[in-house]
């Protein structure tokens, strides 16, 4: 089984960047599409970016494009999320996730929470006027 574990989350003034990585341990299956959500207080989980971890293929919300870069080391088994220009309706916590995906990402479902199978703990992040 593969358990998934984030980390670089804290407090950043608006316009910093933070770093956050997600970490895969056990088996892993080499045909995932790994997903990064959050959960801002009183509001549903959204969909920030996705990853294929074969191919690379990434997607992104409206919301954070242009901002955030998802990436992923195999040789580490670790995906990150790179954001810059944070803003204050960026605090969440932030969640990786994993779903067995044969063909990579589906471009139209990849933001669903119901694509995915494994999720980490989340990491907070919270960016302050």
């Known amino acids: 089984q593969v358990q998934l574990v984030e980390s670089g989350g804290g407090s950043v003034q608006a316009g910093g960047s933070l770093r956050l990585s997600c970490a895969a341990s056990g088996y892993t299956y080499p045909n995932y599409c790994m997903g990064w959500f959050r959960q801002a207080p009183a509001k549903e989980r959204e969909g920030v970016a996705a990853?294929?971890?074969?191919?690379?293929?990434?997607y992104y919300a409206a919301s954070v494009k242009g901002r955030f870069a998802v990436s992923r080391d195999s040789a580490k088994n670790t995906v990150y999320l790179q954001m810059n220009s944070l803003e204050p309706e960026d605090t969440a916590v932030y969640y990786c996730?994993?779903?067995?995906?044969?063909?990579?990402?589906?471009?139209?479902?990849?933001?669903?929470?119901?694509?995915?199978?494994?999720w980490g703990q989340g990491t907070q992040v919270t960016v302050s006027s």
């Open positions: 990853i294929a971890t074969r191919g690379g293929n990434s």
């Open positions: 996730a994993a779903g067995r995906k044969p063909y990579g990402c589906d471009s139209a479902s990849w933001w669903r929470p119901s694509e995915y199978t494994t």
